[in-house]
């Protein structure tokens, strides 16, 4: 239970987003690390009530990109414009009020228990008018997260996908305009995958926006309103997983034979590896 005093806050509070509008621009990004150029002119935007998945194979710059989004990862060309301002203007509570960050790596060696990191996700907010929302939040994104049984657990002693849960949970409870994911289901099992993505769906279409790294690229076609399509470091294409994975391309940027159907029930969009075993499977 919080006891507010009068709301002093000198951060400036971002405002809520509206359908469509652009809430993250990259624009013509590079990043070179230890003198390899790891991307080379990004330019992509993020939209308002939109999921966009980032996918590529391994070393395509993906994760890179992301921490190029958050600002956690220096730019050596272009800039990342954040409610139409360059990150770099914005103190840490202000990026943070306008932007959740979910890493591959959530690394917490204190004894926390799973409930307190959730709160955690509510710092931005303290002194502000949403603090008086963060017991009803933090609870929303436990049972959103099918975490309430772990809320009395240190956080050190869960299996990596229970971790991967808690952590997401943390990111719901910040209510951010901008959600951003990396690999956020790696260690999860199948009904946790397909509920975490669920829920970042459902966060999309309350107008927020949601940017994912996914490997999987059924999962990135089910989930995604976009996808961008990186390989060595470039922007290969963007637009919807109908435009953007096509057999030939995929095929061309994973070096392996991939074909493209449609779900002969749903006509969900399927993406499936080429599996011969009498040409040594499909690579190229």
Known sequence: MHLHAPWKTTHREPEAPVR????LAVDSVGVTIDDHQILEDITLDVRAGEVLALVGPNGAGKSTLLNAITGDVGLNAGAVYLDGVQMRV?????????????????????PFTVQEVVEMGRSPWAGTPAEMDDDLVVTGALALTDTEDLGTRTYTS???????????????????PLMLLDEPTAAMDI?????????????????????????????AAAYSDRVALLSLGHLRDIGTPEDVFT???????????????SHPRTGDLLVLPVRDRRTNGGAQ
């Not at 591959?104 to 060696?109: A, F, K, L």
């Not at 869960?158 to 951010?176: H, I, T």
């Open 20 to 23: 469509g509008e652009v809430v």
């Open 90 to 110: 914005w103190d840490p509570t202000e990026r943070a009020m306008r932007r959740s960050v979910l890493l591959q790596q959530v690394d917490i060696s204190f």
């Open 158 to 176: 869960l299996s990596g996908g229970e971790r991967g849960r808690a952590a997401f949970a943390r990111v719901l409870s910040q209510a951010s």
């Open 191 to 219: 009904r946790h995958q397909e509920l975490v993505l669920r829920r970042a769906r459902d966060y999309a279409a309350t107008g927020c926006a949601v940017v994912v790294v996914v490997h999987a690229l059924d999962v």
């Open 247 to 261: 057999a030939e391309q995929l095929s061309e940027v994973y070096q392996y034979r991939i074909e493209v159907l």
